[in-house]
């Protein structure tokens, strides 16, 4: 920091000593952030003189806005961000790159000016490696600009935002005075009924920021997120991964290079767009698919993992590779294992299905793996001995399916799918692409459905 700085307090960190506050202060050459003997409120205007600090009456919106659009301009926007969309997405890309740079101007305006910032992501590796690239930008932009500071991850479970997620980060949000108000940034998970609640009573608090991919619901209210960004809505489809849409916009705030975790999330999602090549990209994905499911990694239990603790395994040659190969056996072990409970059937038009209850594996694990990400497995692992087929598993109110690239236009997936939401009695949802899809019960209703399902899917009974 220079010997003088005039500046702006623009937010207010409490702490509950007051002197222990911490105060965001935006000026022509930066942010700071510091400590003051005397109380500051937002839009004092104040002088910095090594640690002492005096206030110089206030400052108006019209002059923070100038402040804050200066800073967030110098920190500029990457254009090139845009060419990991490939040259497939076409209109879709070009309206969702419009959607990534409103929504990196409102992000790099509440970080820079202070703001409390709460990111949530789906625990899985398309929802981690979004996470990570988000981190990792953060990191950059704190690196070039002397701030430290990192939103508040959270590590969701769930797949919808419900009011336990609320009261959590209102609570946040309340130790933080600010001009912008608090951020909210959800990515993979959300699109669902059950978060409609506290969505709306949340919209009043904080802006909304909303990657995702799922195939909204019947009737979903768009509106209550401006900045909803979803490829569903212009004409795609989930195989544009919301890892993807958070490494686009990662390298868009921030310049980097997500490619690797571009590729992870393709993977770990089975999306057509992955390189099934890219030996980097499946490793990735491998140890993100199994740090996000553990129930605990070392002393770290899954509630306190965060994009920097991830990040911190993946990016140490020594420690993945260590933990790349355990997880493998493991995998190998499971799969073992669910070959010999697997149950093979044959459309009408030859394609070979395979059917496993993942009970077996979940016993065997002791919940250590989880179904979406283990169908994937055992489906490549079906490629190799029977060709181009269709995987499914099932648990609990689960059914995961899998259906190769060559012959994923014929089967019509996604069209299966829809068909199975006309047996309202025992399917809630369903949604995915039509290489990866996932069907949800209203409760464990395997033994009704998975007759229906093989049928729709062309076998004979």
Aim: some cysteine; charged content about 25%; proline content about 3%.
């Amino acid at each position: 920091m220079e010997r003088s700085v005039e500046g702006i307090v623009s937010a207010v960190r409490l702490e509950p000593d007051l002197r222990d506050n911490i105060y965001t202060v935006v000026s022509g050459s930066g942010v700071h952030e510091v400590k003051s003997g005397i109380v500051l409120e937002p839009l004092d205007r104040i002088s910095l003189a090594g640690d002492e600090v005096s206030i110089n009456g206030r400052a108006t919106n019209e002059d923070y806005e100038s402040a804050i659009s200066g800073i967030v301009n110098r920190i500029g926007l990457h254009d090139g961000a845009f060419s990991a969309f490939g040259d497939r997405a076409g209109p879709v890309a070009k309206v969702m790159s419009h959607q990534m740079v409103e929504c990196a101007k409102l992000f790099l305006k509440s970080y820079m000016g202070g703001a409390p910032i709460v990111v949530r992501f789906h625990n899985d590796g398309d929802g981690a490696s979004g996470a990570v690239a988000i981190y990792r930008a953060l990191a950059k932009i704190g690196r070039d600009s002397g701030l430290a500071r990192q939103p508040k991850w959270r590590m969701h479970r769930g797949v919808s935002y419900d009011m336990e997620s609320f009261y959590s980060d209102m609570a946040e949000f309340g130790n933080t005075k600010s001009i912008e108000k608090p951020l909210l940034l959800i990515t993979d998970f959300g699109t669902a009924p059950e978060s409609e609640k506290a969505i709306e009573l949340a919209r009043e608090q904080a802006n909304i920021i909303w990657f995702d991919h799922h195939m909204p619901y019947a009737g979903f209210r768009k509106e209550l997120v401006p900045h909803y960004v979803n490829p569903w809505e212009h004409g795609g489809d989930s195989n544009f991964t919301a890892g993807l849409l958070c490494c686009v916009f990662s390298s868009l705030i921030s310049g980097i290079d997500n490619s690797v975790l571009a590729q992870a999330s393709f993977i770990s999602d089975y999306s057509d767009m992955a390189d099934r090549s890219s030996e980097e990209g499946h490793r990735t994905a491998l140890l993100l698919d199994h740090i996000t499911s553990a129930k605990r990694i070392g002393s770290v239990t899954r509630e306190r993992i965060t994009p920097g603790f991830i990040d911190s395994i993946i990016s140490d040659s020594e420690t993945s590779g260590r933990m790349y190969r355990e997880v493998r056996n493991s995998v190998d072990e499971a799969l073992a294992l669910g070959l010999s409970h697997v149950k093979r059937y044959t459309t009408k038009s030859g394609n070979a299905v395979s059917v496993l209850d993942f009970e077996h594996i979940s016993r065997a694990s002791d919940g250590a793996m989880l179904p979406g990400r283990y169908s994937s497995r055992l489906h490549e692992k079906m490629e190799e001995i029977s060709g181009d087929c269709i995987t499914i598993v099932h648990y609990g109110q689960y059914i995961s399916l899998r259906v190769s690239r060559s012959i994923a236009e014929k089967v019509g997936l996604l069209v299966t799918i829809g068909n199975m939401k006309k047996f309202e009695e025992y399917v809630e949802s369903g949604g995915g692409h039509n290489q990866a899809g996932s069907i949800r019960m209203k409760g464990d209703y395997a033994d009704e459905v998975m007759p229906i399902l093989l049928r729709e899917l062309g076998v004979k009974l």
